[in-house]
């Protein structure tokens, strides 16, 4: 049988120890982690916080907000990303840290951000014609470090007519 032509995407993540993160960065990690102590996940208990940086420095944080109703519960990342955009809707998001508990309150977890908020970071690069670095903490030590989305959403839908 003829073989098919193939499409292939290669994604790269940087894993950067704490020790090494920058002082924007690691501003941001605190940030979100100081978030996730806030969240309002009385479902899950997974509390997830979030840190975003503006390209004017402005710093903004969240937490997931979660529902009885479970679907309309809304992740960190979309809850401060939709806030950050409906106040500062000129202004560039640049770097997004991710950082969550783990639902059994044993320590930190390793989060990478779901579907629904991989589109929600899509929307705003291609607002802003530009990537949003994006910062997920570990409980090892490190941070992976995406330089954009299409690290994490390769083949994104991103245009109405085509
Ligand atoms: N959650 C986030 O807030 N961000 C993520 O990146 C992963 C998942 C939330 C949704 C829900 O409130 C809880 O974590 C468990 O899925």
Redesign the pocket.
Same mark, same amino acid.
């Given at each position: 049988m003829k073989e098919n032509q193939k499409i292939t995407f290669t994604q790269t993540l940087s894993v950067i120890p704490l020790t090494e993160l920058d002082a924007i960065r690691s501003e941001l990690i605190a940030g979100a982690k100081k978030a996730s102590g806030k969240a309002y =996940?009385p479902y @899950?208990n997974?509390r !997830?916080g979030a840190a975003v940086i503006l390209e004017d420095g402005q710093i903004f944080t969240a937490n997931?907000q /979660?529902n009885i109703c479970f679907p309309v519960?809304v #992740?960190? /990342?979309r809850i401060l990303l939709g806030y950050t955009h409906a106040n500062q809707p000129d202004l560039r998001p640049a770097i997004l840290a991710?950082v =969550?508990q783990k639902s059994d309150n044993s320590g930190f977890a390793t !989060? @990478?951000? #779901?579907g629904l #908020?991989r589109q929600s970071i899509s929307e705003y690069e291609m607002k802003f014609k530009h990537p949003i670095e994006i910062l997920m903490y570990r409980p090892d030590g490190t941070v992976l470090q995406a330089n954009g989305i299409d690290a994490l959403l390769p083949f994104k839908f991103e245009d109405l007519n085509q």
């Amino acid at each position: 049988m003829k073989e098919n032509q193939k499409i292939t995407f290669t994604q790269t993540l940087s894993v950067i120890p704490l020790t090494e993160l920058d002082a924007i960065r690691s501003e941001l990690i605190a940030g979100a982690k100081k978030a996730s102590g806030k969240a309002y =996940a009385p479902y @899950s208990n997974f509390r !997830v916080g979030a840190a975003v940086i503006l390209e004017d420095g402005q710093i903004f944080t969240a937490n997931n907000q /979660e529902n009885i109703c479970f679907p309309v519960g809304v #992740c960190a /990342e979309r809850i401060l990303l939709g806030y950050t955009h409906a106040n500062q809707p000129d202004l560039r998001p640049a770097i997004l840290a991710i950082v =969550a508990q783990k639902s059994d309150n044993s320590g930190f977890a390793t !989060v @990478s951000p #779901c579907g629904l #908020c991989r589109q929600s970071i899509s929307e705003y690069e291609m607002k802003f014609k530009h990537p949003i670095e994006i910062l997920m903490y570990r409980p090892d030590g490190t941070v992976l470090q995406a330089n954009g989305i299409d690290a994490l959403l390769p083949f994104k839908f991103e245009d109405l007519n085509q």
